[in-house]
């Protein structure tokens, strides 16, 4: 009974065991093999880890060849500084109290409500200074947390700000070089792919990619004419005291930018000073009637298209005052009878203006067409406005004498420089740029800009010149803009006294209460030019916007400075005097 | 020469299967004990420790095996009582580990007295069982006899405390006794008697609540008592059916708690698949039933008795270290014989190898002694066993 009993026991846990056992097989396929993917899907989400590695954003370099480049903008390691209340324990008023007296940006109040807000880790300040960072750590304070990022900076502080902008929090781009060009700076993100265990160590590495640096931007803009520029942009600011002035200076036989310059301005590295009225790059989309500065155009369009007229070619001036169209126009503050082709630029008469443009009546469109207007320069710097200049079959009787005169058609200034480029370069209009080169540093390569012609024959050549040899005149004795002479060399340029155009006043209803006008007290006066007149090195436009009444005429605010500029640019560039004999016209 | 090749032809015979397989099994663990140990701080240790164990383990299986298994009965008292002393002394001067009481620290090593004592507790209760049946007639007073001797290790477990070796102690009690023939209806009651002892245990000890808790619902606590649980599932479903191969599991060099002991089966998996763990338990499974049938064809029936007992003693144990470790049986920390990293486990699994070696030894030179004598009547005082058990159990 015993041995049986013994027998059958055995064979029944025998077969319960190994049923047991076939069980445990069955599981584990169920486990490994039915429900495999689904758990690994779920398991790979938690031990793949994903770190991000940043390159550095690239640099901003200026013109400058010999010795170096300067440095306009780079990019500098800071720390994120955070901390862990938890880990703090008794010692947390201790660390708020030290890290607010450190910080300069943090206070105290802002650390306790961020201490004491129940999260588990919270930012103390951002983009800390390593030298800062340094001493915190000497102080071996409980549950803080470095991570390294970097923030850009601006080592000439303001200058060129308009043109560089800045960037965002993050570090992207958010106006200026910095934004149009952000796909450049931008460094190429790396990340390390790898399986993680519960501890966060790396078991393997799935996949690296390594960051890379952001490509380096060389501009065309030279630091020293930028500074000279900028220095008497901020003595025309005190002793003129306009709204706000700018200057632009280009290379007219490249199309090269070589300064330019805005006040009021910011300071790219001290956020406070960021205002919408200061950062505004108003030589991109402030469009305005540019008054006699056109002159110059409409009257070359004339030398260009009507044989009949030459430098000589006297014109009756109406003493003063002229009715054409219904509509009296009048030259400022003079009355003159018999002018010279000449003269009408040297004295800036609207009537004689308007009188020798009437004579290519049909070809005013093409012409003003021709030298850019109506359309963008294409400088690549961001939203750029188009001016206003209406198709010609919206011009009434009227247009024909004033918008050679420069009223009725709103302009940019750099649409001015880039007509006045072409006049300088013999009727040759080259595309404006800003960036000279762009440089990878991984490749080791640049990418040049090269001089684009942007229309080879505005006007013909002979016609150009003709249209220099008056603009000489106008610095000269007797000129409107005497004050614009550089001893030495000739200048070809013109000045411009704009009224402003009053917007019309509509009330709630959208009716007209008050239709727009120009103001008899509100100007945008300028001087451009280029200097040596017969083979330029630069075209300089001076625009004061908004000058005190005293100084509404743009031969009094902006050709001196026009002058100082353009003595020091010269000196600096090391041009030769061109007047060796001191010849005049007369 | 002559000497050595006979040596060597001694030696070779020495290693029969059952060594030879434990052996390879136990090398394969190794293989398994690196894989999971790859990212500790010294990785090499534990499978440099676990070799170590493995040779003094063959060292002591071999000798074991050469001696008859006659004298181990007749010491078994001895080797039964010194084990309970040892069992009173770990808990006096043994170093708590996780709040338990089982092991004696060395600098080297560290010795689990618990692993050794279950050899010689299977020899024990089967021997003192074929003693009972020569002394008692009362089936009853036999089982309380019984149940009474093997009770101070059962306490002594409790005492440390250390609910999983204590459940395959009662496991193997509970197996031997029905086995031979013992009583349904006592064990039967004998559980019921010891259910308020079971919610003492879960009242006093919470943390075998909270795993009982976790087992039954281990999403929602993933950060507690269901973590263990959760990881190895994700272990053993990350190796799919070829495996991650050896060196390879992240999971279970990642994430898996114990992954070199308690959880070894499920790194194991994940190192080589469902092919793997396949044919680990069908290795545990073959062996087993092997075993068993040899148990069957014994000729003596405390060899018969003690063989069982003792493979039992394994197979439950690989039984419910895989059970766990598929997440069918709550976590118990039960080692895997020969596989999981652990001198005193991996001692105790050859000791036991070594003992079923020498049953079978003996029990060839008990049937050559009698061939010897006489064949054809091999056991007359066996035939009077079964009669008196038979009558024993008519009472």
């Known amino acids: 009974m015993l041995r049986t009993a013994y027998q059958t026991r055995i064979v029944f846990l025998g077969i319960f065991l190994a049923t047991g056992f076939i069980l445990l097989v069955g599981r584990l396929r169920v486990v490994q093999i039915e429900r495999h993917h689904e758990l690994n899907k779920k398991a790979k989400a938690k031990y793949t880890s994903r770190v991000k590695s940043v390159g550095i954003r690239g640099n901003i370099y200026d013109g400058t060849r010999i010795p170096s480049p300067n440095l306009l903008a780079s990019s500098k390691v800071a720390y994120n500084l955070l901390a862990e209340p938890g880990k703090m324990g008794s010692r947390r008023e201790e660390v708020i109290q030290k890290l607010s007296r450190l910080l300069a940006e943090t206070d105290k109040k802002t650390l306790e409500r961020r201490f004491y807000s129940g999260s588990q880790e919270v930012v103390v300040q951002n983009n800390v200074d390593p030298i800062l960072v340094s001493r915190i750590q000497q102080m071996k304070l409980p549950g803080l947390r470095y991570v390294e990022s970097s923030v850009r900076f601006y080592p000439k502080d303001s200058l060129l700000c308009h043109v560089l902008g800045y960037t965002t929090h993050e570090g992207s781009g958010a106006s200026g070089v910095e934004r149009v060009y952000d796909k450049n700076l931008q460094p190429q993100e790396g990340y390390l792919l790898y399986e993680r265990s519960r501890r966060a160590h790396k078991v393997t590495n799935l996949d690296e990619q390594k960051p890379l640096d952001g490509k380096d931007i060389h501009l065309t803009v030279l630091e020293p004419i930028q500074s000279i520029v900028e220095d008497e942009l901020d003595r025309l600011m005190k002793e003129v005291k306009p709204k706000a002035c700018y200057a632009i200076m280009a290379n007219p036989k490249t199309g090269a930018i070589m300064a330019l310059a805005q006040r009021p301005h910011f300071n790219p590295n001290d956020r406070n000073t960021m205002k919408p009225q200061n950062y505004n790059p108003r030589f991109l989309v402030d469009v305005y009637d540019p008054g006699s500065t056109m002159k110059a155009i409409s009257l070359a369009g004339v030398l260009e298209h009507n044989k009949n007229i030459g430098l000589g070619t006297p014109v009756y001036c109406e003493n003063g005052m002229w009715y054409y169209g219904g509509r009296p126009l009048r030259d400022a503050g003079h009355n003159y009878k018999n002018l010279r082709f000449w003269e009408v630029i040297q004295k800036s008469s609207n009537i004689g203006t308007a009188k020798l443009a009437l004579t290519i009546k049909r070809r005013q469109y093409d012409v003003l067409r021709k030298f850019g207007f109506g359309e963008r320069t294409g400088i690549n710097l961001g939203v750029e406005s188009k001016g206003i200049l209406w198709p010609e079959k919206y011009w009434s009787k009227l247009s024909y004498t004033r918008l050679p005169i420069g009223q009725g058609i709103s302009v940019t200034p750099l649409q001015m420089v880039q007509a006045y480029g072409a006049l300088a370069n013999k009727g040759r209009m080259m595309q404006l740029h800003l960036v000279d080169k762009i440089y990878d540093p991984i490749l080791d390569k640049s990418k040049y800009t090269h001089p684009i012609v942007k229309n080879m024959e505005v006007i013909s050549p002979e016609a150009a010149a003709e249209m220099v040899e008056a603009l000489k005149t106008v610095t000269k004795k007797g000129g409107t803009a005497t004050q614009a002479a550089v001893p030495g060399y000739e200048v070809a340029g013109k000045t411009g006294t704009a009224q402003k155009v009053i917007p019309a006043v509509k009330d709630a209803n959208g009716k007209v209460i008050q239709k727009a006008y120009y103001s008899d007290t509100v100007h945008v006066s300028s001087f451009i030019g280029f200097v040596p007149a017969d083979d330029p090195e630069f075209v300089l436009y001076v625009v004061c916007d908004e000058p005190p009444y005293k100084f509404r005429y743009g031969g009094k605010c902006a050709a001196p400075y026009f002058k100082r500029i353009s003595e020091q640019t010269l000196s600096f560039l090391n041009v030769q005097p061109t007047i060796k004999d001191k010849v005049s016209r007369k | ?395």
Request: charged share 15%; proline share 4%.
């Open chain 2, 1 to 395: 020469m002559i000497q050595l090749v006979r040596f060597l032809k001694y030696a070779l015979r020495s290693f029969c299967p059952i060594l030879l397989s434990a052996i390879l099994l136990s090398l394969w663990g190794c293989l398994a004990i690196y894989n999971a140990s790859v990212n500790f701080p010294n990785p090499e240790d534990y499978s440099t420790k676990q070799i170590t164990w493995l040779i003094g383990g063959v060292l002591v299986a071999l000798i074991i095996s050469k001696i008859h298994i006659k004298r181990f009965f007749e010491l078994i008292p001895w080797l039964y009582g010194f084990g309970i002393f040892t069992l009173i002394a770990v808990i006096f001067w043994g170093q708590p580990v996780n709040h338990m009481r089982g092991w004696f620290h060395t600098d080297y090593f560290s010795i689990q007295p618990s692993e050794f004592c279950k050899p010689f507790f299977c020899l024990f209760i089967c021997w003192y069982y074929r003693y009972l049946v020569d002394e008692e007639t009362v089936e009853f007073k036999r089982y309380l006899k019984l149940g009474l001797a093997s009770l101070p290790v059962l306490v002594l477990l409790a005492m440390q405390p250390d609910f999983g070796t204590l459940f395959i102690f009662t496991l193997c009690f509970a197996a031997v006794y029905w086995t031979h023939g013992g009583k349904t209806k006592y064990l039967g009651w004998t559980a019921a008697g010891l259910l308020p002892v079971l919610i003492y245990v879960l009242y006093r000890y919470p943390y075998v609540y909270r795993r009982l808790i976790g087992f039954w619902s281990p999403e929602e606590h993933a950060h507690g008592a269901g973590f263990h649980l959760l990881q190895l599932e994700r272990t053993i479903a990350s190796g799919g059916f070829w495996g991650r191969s050896f060196g390879k599991g992240l999971w279970s060099q990642g994430y898996l708690p114990l992954t070199h002991n308690d959880s070894i089966f499920a790194s194991f998996c994940e190192a080589l698949g469902f092919v793997g763990g396949f044919l680990l338990i069908v290795i545990f499974a073959g062996a087993l039933l092997l075993a068993f049938r040899k148990c069957q064809k014994m000729s003596n029936d405390l060899y018969g008795y003690s063989l069982f007992a003792l493979v039992f003693c394994l197979s439950i144990q690989a039984f419910i270290h895989i059970s766990v470790n598929v997440q069918i049986l709550p976590p118990t920390g039960i080692t895997l014989p020969f596989i999981s990293y652990g001198g005193s486990s991996l001692l105790s699994s050859f000791i036991i190898v070594g003992l079923c070696k020498s049953i079978i030894a003996s029990e060839k030179k008990d049937l050559e002694l009698l061939d010897g004598d006489e064949s054809s009547e091999v056991k007359p005082l066996e035939e009077d066993v079964d009669l008196g058990e038979s009558s024993s159990s008519e009472h």
